[in-house]
Structure formats: structure tokens, C-alpha cells
């Protein structure tokens, strides 16, 4: 399998006319981004922490919406902290959030528990985007620091898919989204039927849907691809 693709093939930046025709992703992030700000906002003024949850398929603004709430809490003087997990995707560039906006944020990327321990020490908030990647063998580890942080005061903002290309969900993310103090479900437009709402990832393998044998996890690569689907138009063979 030839897996020779960039983070630009996976995620291209949209053109102008993508931008004004999906305007209401954009305006959706906006929005939301806004309402995070002012949660967190008024939370480190009472000494409360919180956690955060956004989900949603590809191309439904969630990276967007990462640094959107980073810049705009790094404007009001909180020290945050933007991180990922850092994984061997074409789709999850090192040390940096891409939006298919055009938007994008230098970030740090996490592989082992003396990197995550680092990352909660120092901040009053911290981003973390594809969190579904993170690695089995950290995820108990990093939700002990999230949930200590939180307790300490601290808010985490969690941003990732829930819903694997099977339709089940990714255990971290369903964790972090039954423990959240907000959720919020961001949606992307269906790449085969055109309508709005879609909540799901449609795997692609050799231009064939997937199926439910295929690993949970499998890379974008020459042969293997990744839409917004809505569950109409979701295909799972098997």
C-alpha cells in the first residue's frame, strides 16, 4: 500500500467557493468557539475548572474551533496549552493543528507519560485536539491528569471524533464525553447525497466501504480515504 500522502492531500484547503458554500460549518465553529471562551472564562474567575467535549466527522470545523478557543483565550492573558497526540497519520501533522480553513496553530505533541505530565503543569487551560489517537497505553494516564487538573481548577478542552468508521465509539472519546461539563456535536455536510447534518466518517478502502473486520484504526494513504456521511448514506459491508 503506497502511503506517500501529506497532511494537504488528506485535508486540502478549500477553495473560495467551498468557503462560502459551507459557510455554516465556519459560522457553527464561530459560535461555539465563543460560547467556550466565555465558559472558561467565567470559570477561572470562581477558581471552578470543567471539562469540555467536541465531537464531530471530518471536515465539520473541530480543528477550527481548537484554535479559534486558543487564540482567544491567549487575548484575555490565560496561559493555555494546544496539544495532540503524536501519531504516524498523514492526517495528524506533528506539533501542529490544520484546518482545511486556513487556519492553523504550532502545537505540542505528546507520546509518552513524561510528555503529558509536563503539559498540565503550567497552564490555566489545555487544547487537546485528535484525542481519540491518543495511544491505549496512555489513555488511563492522561484521563488521571485531566481529571486532576480539572480538580485543581484547570479546564481541558477535548476535541476529536467519537464515532469510528464502524459506527461504534472511540472508548477514550466516549469517556471524556460522559464526563464533560459541555458537549458539543458539530456536523459536516454529507459527501454523498449533499444534505446537512452528517455525524459520521464513511471509510473508503480501494473505492469499497469498509467493513466491520477491518482494524478500527487505519490511516489515510493512496488507497484509503475518509468522507462525511449521514447515516442514510453510511455504509458498513458486513
Known amino acids: 500500500m503506497n502511503d506517500h ?6 485535508k486540502k484547503l478549500a477553495t473560495k467557493e ?13 459560535n461555539v468557539a465563543s460560547e467556550i471562551v466565555e465558559m472558561v472564562r ?13 465531537y464531530g466527522p471530518q471536515n465539520s470545523g473541530k480543528t477550527l ?52 505530565g509536563k503539559l498540565f503543569v503550567k497552564s490555566d487551560v489545555v487544547i487537546v485536539d485528535e484525542v481519540q489517537f491518543t495511544d491505549p497505553d496512555l489513555q488511563s494516564y492522561f484521563l488521571k491528569l485531566v481529571l486532576d487538573f480539572v ?7 477535548s476535541v476529536g471524533v467519537l464515532f469510528t468508521s464502524q459506527a461504534s465509539e472511540f472508548l477514550l472519546s466516549a469517556v471524556l464525553k460522559d464526563r ?3 458537549v458539543f456535536s458539530l456536523t459536516a455536510t454529507c459527501q454523498k447525497c449533499g444534505v446537512r447534518g452528517a455525524t459520521l466518517n464513511q471509510r473508503i478502502i480501494r473505492g469499497v466501504p469498509t467493513s466491520s473486520d477491518d ?19 453510511h455504509v458498513i459491508i458486513g
Open 5 to 10: 500522502v501529506t497532511i494537504e492531500d488528506v
Open 18 to 30: 467551498e468557503l462560502e458554500l459551507f459557510s455554516y460549518i465556519t459560522d457553527k465553529a464561530e
Open 42 to 54: 467565567l470559570g477561572v474567575g470562581t477558581g471552578d475548572g470543567g471539562m469540555i467535549f467536541v
Open 65 to 116: 474551533v481548537a484554535c479559534l478557543v486558543s487564540e482567544r483565550l491567549l487575548s484575555h492573558k490565560l496561559i493555555v496549552t494546544p496539544i495532540q497526540p503524536d501519531v504516524d497519520r498523514s492526517d495528524v501533522p506533528k506539533n501542529r493543528y490544520y484546518s482545511r480553513s486556513g487556519v492553523d496553530l504550532i502545537v505540542k505533541s505528546f507520546s509518552t507519560k513524561e510528555d503529558l
Open 151 to 157: 480538580e485543581r481548577g484547570g479546564w481541558v478542552i
Open 180 to 182: 464533560a461539563k459541555k
Open 215 to 233: 482494524p478500527e484504526l487505519l490511516a489515510p494513504s493512496n488507497e484509503v480515504s475518509y468522507e462525511p456521511r449521514c447515516i442514510d448514506c
